[in-house]
């Protein structure tokens, strides 16, 4: 696996109008790749772009596969062959079991738009016999989002879509990596009815995306597939396994002390 190299590359940024996507793109551009920022609201995913020198804006739902290809047929025909996909755009869908269009959203965003995404860029890359796909999932999809169903069972999607990439194409000279963040200071946390972030809080400290970024680009430049911004998460994630009603009660335990019960 050889590292990474920035400078140059042609890099897809999805929600790349806010929080962790807006970190990303700002650190991809700073390291010399030509950045396209991808998002549903195109005035701030223009905004962003404005900031990296070199970089385009595109307005695209990742949910919607006619879209996303269209998007990337025309960041190929701006920029090139696509060096690095950040798949990251994502949605807060609580709360409790979510109703049908929760889960709907959720499936689309967190499970099908990676798919979409790789559907178009990985053959391109396995065949030039390089090129990196980074999903952004969460915590959540290794562990749990107590209070939300959608969130939970969706970014587990997640992160299994990840794992399947990086066995079938990793022979190929493609890099897959997944990023599984705790809380991270974003609007998604900032904003809203604060329901997630009294979770958040119980369960470790809320970082900056700047950070994130950073191990991303660590990630990238090692070859590593996981990339967990909150080490402890592995701590979390090997206790699961281990004892499984263990984890569970502690959950519970967990929950109770978040609801204030
Ligand atoms: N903030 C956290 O604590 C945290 C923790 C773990 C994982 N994550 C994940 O990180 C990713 C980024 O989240 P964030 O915290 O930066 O949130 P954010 O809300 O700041 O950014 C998400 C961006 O995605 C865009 N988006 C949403 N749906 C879209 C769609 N269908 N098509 C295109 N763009 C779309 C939004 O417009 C927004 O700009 C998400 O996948 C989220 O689930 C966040």
């Not at 597939?225 to 009660?249: C, G, S």
């Amino acid at each position: 696996m050889t590292s990474f190299e920035f400078n140059g590359a042609v890099a897809v940024v999805t929600g790349g109008a806010g929080g962790i996507g807006k970190a990303v793109a700002a650190r991809f551009g700073a390291l010399g790749a030509r950045v396209a920022v991808v998002d549903l609201n195109l005035d701030r995913a223009q905004e962003v772009a404005d900031s990296i020198p070199g970089a385009i804006a595109l307005a695209a739902d990742v949910g919607d596969p006619d879209a996303v290809a269209a998007m990337v047929a025309s960041v190929e025909a701006s920029l090139g062959p696509i060096d690095l996909y950040f798949s990251n755009a994502g949605i807060a869908t609580g709360p409790g079991l979510g109703d049908d269009e929760a889960w709907e959203r959720s499936w689309r965003v967190h499970g099908m738009a990676h798919v979409y995404a790789a559907r178009c860029v990985i053959p391109g890359m396995a065949q030039r016999g390089s090129g990196a796909m980074v999903i952004t999932a969460s915590a959540a999809g290794l562990l749990m989002m107590m209070q939300s169903a959608p969130y939970t069972v969706t970014k587990h999607a997640s992160v299994a879509i990840a794992e399947w990439l990086a066995v079938n194409y990793g022979s190929s000279g493609v890099s897959l990596h997944c990023l599984c963040p705790q809380g991270v200071r974003t609007p998604m946390v900032t904003g809203g009815d604060g329901a997630g972030r009294s979770e958040l809080e119980a369960s470790g400290e809320i970082i900056e995306p700047s950070v994130v970024a950073a191990e991303v680009v660590a990630a990238l430049r090692d070859g590593k597939f996981l990339i967990l911004p909150h080490p402890q998460v592995h701590e979390y994630e090997k206790a699961k396994v281990a004892d499984r009603d263990r984890w569970l009660a502690g959950m519970r335990r967990l929950l109770a002390r978040v609801a204030g019960n």
